[in-house]
């Protein structure tokens, strides 16, 4: 199918691009008034000095917690941290339930592991805990932990099959998809190898439509909560991944015939945000490769979507695969290397085009909801192999719903080699066309999985090569948006990390950059069960901070939790410091008889 065929179905749930521009980008300013700060405005007023946080007094970190809760959390974080105990947890957990029976075993559940990382079963037996946490000064990003239990084989094959075009398994397809962007049985369980992550395995329209109507819920379980929460989504319950896998080849190909443009220009290795190409050499190399001819050429580049710069950087460079130029009509693209032009997408079938239609519909129900709910969605970030695809309809989202106020969140992972482009061409992007940044930093859960699946199949490992150098790129890819947040008091980010030191870094640049939490500009994310003397310390200090918060039915969860508990092992690890701080609050208690203490 060519790619005209695409971008119409594309354009009832898209804008349409503003017209490009490469004059100076202006930036907001906020308006003075009362509440101006300054450097922020003309207007200069004092604000509520920021109270101090300090992650080691437990009597504060602890404040919101029970004393038997504090002694399940010391339990469940030295369990999981017991890789003898770890290795035979699925066993352990069958024998659990055989003799105990269903209802028994789900007691167990609630009161160790199950009452540790999980919130409830339902919407409404969830919301006592998010009231609680709320009074402590800590909100909740929802994400219902459901996960169906299936075997490697019956992943594998629903991978497979949903993966995989009609083309390509009548073998009509094109065999230039690279190797990259083809499902692979390998790796056809998504689930191996993922840190704190659900995976959705495509099995037909009515089970996407269903996970629609979960997320619909949580976005109303969130706004009786309160009126600024979040909910967690993930594209790949909301369609076949087939066009995602597809589209982000698409998107991978274009940048990367860019990036080999700009070596011809002599400008290999700069910065996204660096590079710009030269028009009128552009033009001539791609006449060369006879993609199209020289007239249709310059009229990819005109006055009024280019400007009177003369060059174009990725951003107008993306802009280009947009139903409204004559490229769309074209099935390929160039290869510089081999000079040969090759397909962008195997043709659809007339149900693949409708199951494609079918997500960008559910999407825009999604966030019709939450703005009028007043709860904000977090779209999380998946494989590699997809993430351009989830990006690029993410930032659509944003240009259509972020106008006023950032409602969509995109979620750029920071172990990735090439993340700190991808968060200034973000915040460009959004300069440019004037509508509400909003992101969430990650440092990523798939590290495994794609390490080990870029050795296999043969291409480059995305990956950072260290987990220092993803320290690094993640405190470099902050810096720069905590920066753009100075000048753009509507801009947003989630500092999504269970690290202290990223932590104190953040609150360091923010009293540095004049960025005062009662504006609401940079959030703090950890997980339900994790990390209680970041969160509360934090939330009380009057920071924003969220739980990540799953739930779910048992047995549902059971899954997902058993994953995380084994996949968390390292990170169960590192939790040293944490155990230290619930023994000394423990033994506190005891000392000065507040052992019976209830939450105040």
Known sequence: MALRRVLPVLRPYIPRFAPLSTAPAVREQPAAGPGALPGRGSAKAVRAPVPAVDFGNTQEAYRSRRTWELARSLLVLRLCAWPALLARHEQLLYVARKLLGQRLFNKLMKMTFYGHFVAGEDQESIQPLLRHNRAFGVGAILDYGVEEDLSPEEAEHKEMESCTSAAERDGSGTNKRDKQYQAHRAFGDRRSGVISARTYFYANEAKCDSHMETFLRCIEAS?????????????????????????????????????????????????????????????????????????????????????????????????????????????????????????????????????????????????????????????????????????????????????????????????????YDNVTLGVELARRECWCFGAKLVRGAYLAQERARAAEIGYEDPINPTYEATNAMYHRCLDYVLEELKHNAKAKVMVASHNEDTVRFTLRRMEELCLHPADHQVYFGQLLGMCDQISFPLGQAGYPVYKYVPYGPVMEVLPYLSRRALENSSLMKGARRERQLLWLELLRRLRTGNLFRRPA
């Open 223 to 419: 706004g009786r909560v309160s009126d600024d929460g979040f909910i967690a989504i993930k594209l790949t319950a909301l369609g076949r991944p087939q066009f995602l896998l597809q589209f982000s080849e698409v998107l991978t190909k274009w940048r990367r015939f860019f990036h080999q443009m700009a070596a011809e220009q002599g400008q290999a290795g700069l910065a996204a945000m660096d590079t710009k190409l030269e028009v009128a050499a552009l033009q001539e190399s791609v006449a060369k490769m006879g993609i199209t001819s020289k007239a249709e050429i310059e009229d990819w580049f005109t006055a009024e979507t280019l400007g009177v710069s003369g060059t174009v950087d990725l951003l107008d460079w993306g802009s280009l695969i947009d139903s409204r130029t004559k490229l769309s009509k074209h099935l390929v693209v160039p290869n510089a290397q081999t000079g040969q032009l090759e397909p962008l997408l195997s043709r659809f079938t007339e149900e693949e085009e409708l199951q494609m239609t079918r997500m960008l519909q559910r999407m825009d129900v999604l966030a019709k909801k939450a703005t009028e709910v007043g709860v904000r969605l977090m779209v999380d970030a998946e494989q590699t192999y997809f993430q351009p695809a989830i990006s690029r309809l993410t930032l659509e989202m944003q240009r259509k719903f972020n106008v006023e106020k950032p409602l969509i969140f995109n979620t750029y992972q920071c172990y990735l080699k090439d993340a």
